[in-house]
């Protein structure tokens, strides 16, 4: 089959979409779709798809008519994976199946492959999603033990879950490139730094820079976050509230604003705007409900950026947009950075912020060694971030043919960087599962590492072990865990707390 060929999408009947391979198939035509289970219609559903594929690329067709011995179609579904084979066998489960090459599948709404477009050959893992997004440690600590790398077909994905090989493979960017062209991200917040490599990467985060230096947060962010944080504080009435919404969102969202340079928002926009980034670019499913509200977010960013536009190029200052313009970059790439800023600098601060807290709270033996200067606010939030990692997965592109010990990986190929997982990792945190502030958390991953550590790590240590912290503890009187409501923790590619509902007076 060749490479490169296009095929139209075809709109079907009952509105069913089917979605097409163009390239990089060896054994047959794959075709993903979410149907229903019953093999007679899947099956008229591959020969429609076949005949749609002659009018408009005629040639490609009939190499692929002549060289088909088969034609596979894979069925995506909430908790399985079946294969049903034209011809040959009736659907069978794959449960056994531990090796898999050249899959090719497009998802629903043109998302980023799921099924990358080949496989390793690293041995399967099952998971089931629901409690995976629940409580992803214990199938990671199964996976660093029984197969460090491992297929993950409900996640369409290789899983690299030790630390060592996280660190060096996140340095190897000629292998595990985060340039992804097809990518979720790229195609719903345009094309930012942290999908590029090299060069192209570091002229824009050398424009940056100069926002978010150590020099500059201390100099010129760490006074107005302190503001934000005494304001808010100020504003919060005794009695029981829920710290994530009534602290630790507005201040994050308030702090952003700052940093961006868009002051002619409100922070329950800064919030709203980066829940749907974060929901998008985390959207392997293809929900088209979510996609939506990613959409909306963005434009709600572009909105924001066009309006303070004349003012920000008149009177320039030390914000992220104020910076980036001043350094002459192109607007495309403007609004991709700032989009990109936004969609980690509110939702994973302010679940840090929060978590924190409730690990301080549900540990007062450990609350009183930092209270008591044995430990500090800093250490204390790096062993949180270490413990329950905010970003826990980043994703990356095989960028040429490559293996690592025994498993091999195949070009285009897309695997995660499991960071949650290298965190916890036993050969190098003893008692890892253990929130224990004393910790040495040097080797922790929670920020990246190699060339694409985080940008924003300086200002996010700021606000949270400089200010928020250490005010928030300074000024309560009272301030403990209620017991009416339990605590909601979630998710795996981005983990933290949903909610902590607290007894609070200043």
């Given at each position: 089959m060749s490479r490169g060929s296009s095929v139209k999408r075809p709109s079907l009947t009952e509105k069913i979409e089917l979605w097409l391979s163009n390239g990089r198939v060896i054994d047959g035509l794959w075709i993903g779709s979410f149907l229903s289970d019953d093999p007679e219609r899947i099956l008229q559903r591959v020969e429609a798809a076949l005949r749609l594929?002659?009018?408009?690329?005629p040639l490609h067709y009939q190499r692929v008519k002549k060289s088909l011995s088969r034609i596979w179609v894979q069925l995506a579904f909430a908790a399985s994976i079946r294969l049903v084979v034209t011809g040959l066998m009736p659907p069978v489960p794959i449960a056994g199946d531990r090796r898999r090459r050249r899959i090719s599948l497009v998802w629903p709404?043109?998302?980023e492959n799921p099924g990358a477009a080949v496989l390793s050959t690293a041995p399967r893992i099952d998971i089931d999603p629901g409690t995976f997004w629940a409580d992803p440690y214990p199938m990671l600590a199964k996976m660093r033990q029984e197969a460090p790398i491992a297929f993950v077909p409900q996640l369409g994905s290789t899983l690299l879950t030790?630390?060592?090989?996280i660190s060096i493979s996140e340095k190897q960017i000629d292998v595990f490139s985060s340039h992804q062209p097809a990518g979720l991200m790229n195609r719903l917040m345009g094309h930012n730094m942290m999908r590029k490599d090299g060069e192209a990467h570091q002229v824009e985060r050398r424009a940056m820079f100069p926002t978010v230096s150590p020099k500059t947060v201390k100099a010129h962010w760490t006074a107005l976050f302190q503001a934000h944080a005494d304001r808010i504080i100020d504003g919060i009435g005794p009695g029981r509230i829920d710290f994530m919404r009534d602290f630790a969102l507005p201040f994050s969202g308030e702090c952003l604003k700052s940093i961006t340079g868009l002051t002619n928002i409100g922070f329950?926009?800064?919030?709203?705007?980066?829940?749907g980034m974060i929901e998008g670019i985390?959207?392997?499913?293809?929900?088209p409900a979510v996609e939506a509200r990613c959409h909306a977010a963005t434009a709600g960013i572009?909105?924001?950026?066009?309006?303070?536009?004349?003012v920000m190029r008149k009177h320039p200052d030390q914000s992220i947009l104020g910076v980036l313009l001043a350094s002459g970059m192109p607007m495309e790439s403007v609004r991709a950075n700032v989009k990109l800023a936004i969609s980690g600098g509110q939702n994973e601060p302010r679940k840090a912020i929060a978590g924190t807290v409730w690990a301080l709270l549900s540990h007062p033996d450990q609350l009183d060694l930092v209270l008591r200067g044995e430990v500090s606010w800093l250490q204390a939030f790096e062993e949180y971030a270490r413990w329950i990692s905010p970003i826990g997965m980043s994703p990356r592109r095989i960028a040429k043919p490559w293996s690592i010990r025994d498993v091999s990986f195949e070009?285009?190929?897309r695997v995660f960087l499991m960071f949650g997982s290298a965190n916890r990792?036993?050969?190098?945190?003893?008692?890892?599962d253990e929130f224990d502030v004393r910790r040495d958390t040097t080797r922790s991953v929670a920020f990246g590492a190699g060339p694409h550590f985080c940008a924003g790590a300086f200002a996010s240590r700021a606000m949270i072990a400089d200010v928020a912290l250490p005010t928030l503890f300074a000024r309560a009187k009272r301030f403990e865990i209620a017991d009416d409501e339990p605590v909601r923790i979630g998710g795996w590619a981005f983990r933290g707390l949903q909610n902590l509902p607290v007894k609070w007076r200043h």
């Open positions: 594929i002659e009018p408009s690329a709404g043109g998302n030790s630390r060592d090989d329950e926009d800064m919030d709203a705007w980066s829940q985390a959207n392997y499913a293809g929900d572009d909105a924001a950026i066009d309006d303070i536009l004349p070009l285009d190929e990792d036993e050969k190098h945190f003893e008692r890892a």
